[in-house]
């Protein structure tokens, strides 16, 4: 397939090559279309239910992930994000794509603990063993499969002491496990410490299941990329994007920024696939504020290649939670074909770092405008009523005057009709 050309086509001849190559079923199709979601569905899903709202899902393509070609499906409002995912995995297609590695999906159940004696660290410590066997229960069938609590720490935080559980959650996300597994430890560690518990709950700050990812953009390539828009030189565009990484190294405010690029295609695959984008989102800015630094990291090989790094939290899952109640996540996960947790999160991380580089990418040249507006063109001409062949003619129109307006839009629609 010519991605190029995929975007290109209308929409029922997309959905008909997904569903080949993925063998999605005619129902399952049907629910693409239709963003299904049944109001019985909704209503178990969250509270005080009235209907539910859709986002337009994309497919990021061009991404190879060690060694694995994937379509990447993408549910996000935001115009440019799915172009600009799918140019940085083609940009670096011709070295190998992503190269990616996950850890296990060891997850940290927090307990704390006041009015503790003068021994109990040493005391939990020494009932590791009868923790653990409080922890997993025999007819879990996450413990079944190999989950459940392997070690745990402990720490002091001001006054109390703070247990952390370390639990494998295996392909799940975690969270209900984790919650039900210290709310059962919690009376045994009051006994163990002879304190009082105060909280039990899990943290969204999963140092413990990191990944990472890293790619090398052939500077050849990356000149060549900008061939048609202007004239810009491979050694100035890798010192530019190097220059532009430095920059939220330094200063807070555009860290801030460059982080949002990141994680705008990792939210749009967890949102896609069910998962909870909030937590992953705030394990990835604790966990950023935790090392005083970014996330991700640019520098010129010895080549004068570019050569780009991430490494993350996160705690995604393929089982339970939203992944199996809303069918769209499940057929989204189809489309993605990965067999595992990590396997998801070596995806999302190479697709984080993949926008982070189309953000810098073009922030060092062009500027972010320019590509944007020609997509927000689009959206101005629907919002002035225009349809069918009339969007993309007035969306040209409005790009070749660099005046995208919806008062504009109106003005030219009526002109050629």
């Given at each position: 397939?010519?991605?190029?050309?995929?975007?290109?086509?209308?929409?029922?001849?997309?959905?008909?090559?997904?569903?080949?190559?993925?063998?999605?079923?005619?129902?399952?199709?049907?629910?693409?279309?239709?963003?299904?979601?049944?109001?019985?569905?909704?209503?178990?899903?969250?509270?005080?239910?009235?209907?539910s709202i859709k986002l337009p899902i994309g497919i990021a393509t061009n991404f190879v992930v060690n060694g694995k070609e994937y379509l990447i499906p993408m549910a996000i409002e935001e115009s440019s994000v799915v172009a600009a995912a799918s140019n940085a995995a083609k940009l670096c297609r011709g070295s190998g794509g992503f190269a990616a590695e996950a850890d296990d999906s060891i997850m940290i159940g927090q307990i704390f603990i006041r009015d503790f004696d003068s021994r109990a660290t040493d005391r939990i410590i020494a009932e590791k063993d009868r923790i653990r066997r409080e922890?997993?229960?025999?007819?879990?069938?996450l413990v079944a499969s190999g989950g459940g609590m392997e070690d745990l720490e402990v720490r002091e935080v001001g006054d109390r002491l703070c247990v952390h559980l370390l639990i494998d959650v295996k392909d799940a996300m975690g969270a209900n496990f984790v919650n039900s597994t210290v709310e059962r430890v919690a009376p045994l560690l009051e006994e163990i410490t002879g304190?009082?518990?105060?909280?039990?709950?899990?943290?969204?700050?999963?140092?413990?299941?990191?990944?990472?990812?890293?790619?090398?953009?052939?500077?050849?390539?990356?000149?060549?990329?900008?061939?048609?828009?202007?004239?810009?030189?491979?050694?100035?565009?890798?010192?530019?994007?190097?220059?532009?990484?430095?920059?939220?190294?330094?200063?807070?405010?555009?860290?801030?920024?460059?982080?949002?690029?990141?994680?705008?295609?990792?939210?749009?695959?967890?949102?896609?696939?069910?998962?909870?984008?909030?937590?992953?989102?705030?394990g990835v800015h604790a966990y950023s504020m935790l090392t005083g630094g970014l996330l991700t990291r640019f520098s010129a090989t010895a080549e004068g290649n570019l050569e780009g790094f991430i490494e993350i939290p996160l705690a995604a899952g393929i089982v339970g939670g939203a992944t199996k109640i809303n069918?769209?996540?499940?057929?989204?996960?189809?489309?993605?074909?990965?067999?595992?947790?990590?396997?998801?999160?070596?995806?999302?991380?190479?697709?984080?770092?993949?926008?982070?580089?189309?953000?810098?990418?073009?922030?060092?040249?062009?500027?972010?405008q320019r590509g944007h507006m020609k997509l927000h063109a689009t959206n101005i001409a629907h919002m002035a009523g225009a349809n069918g062949r009339n969007i993309e003619r007035v969306a040209q129109i409005m790009i070749q005057e660099k005046k995208i307006s919806v008062a504009r839009a109106k003005e030219i629609l009526e002109e050629i009709i």
């Open positions: 397939m010519d991605w190029k050309k995929f975007r290109d086509l209308p929409i029922e001849e997309r959905l008909r090559y997904v569903q080949e190559k993925c063998g999605l079923s005619d129902e399952e199709v049907r629910m693409l279309r239709g963003g299904f979601l049944d109001e019985d569905t909704a209503n178990h899903m969250i509270e005080n239910v009235i209907g922890a997993n229960p025999a007819d879990s069938t304190g009082k518990v105060v909280l039990k709950i899990l943290s969204n700050l999963a140092v413990y299941r990191k990944v990472r990812a890293k790619a090398v953009w052939d500077k050849g390539f990356l000149e060549e990329s900008f061939k048609e828009s202007g004239d810009y030189k491979a050694e100035d565009i890798v010192n530019g994007i190097i220059e532009l990484w430095n920059i939220a190294k330094e200063d807070p405010y555009r860290r801030a920024t460059h982080n949002k690029g990141m994680m705008n295609g990792i939210d749009a695959l967890m949102i896609a696939t069910g998962n909870d984008w909030r937590a992953i989102e705030s069918p769209v996540a499940q057929v989204c996960l189809k489309i993605l074909g990965v067999k595992s947790a990590k396997e998801l999160a070596c995806v999302a991380a190479s697709v984080g770092l993949a926008n982070n580089f189309a953000a810098l990418r073009v922030l060092s040249t062009e500027g972010v």
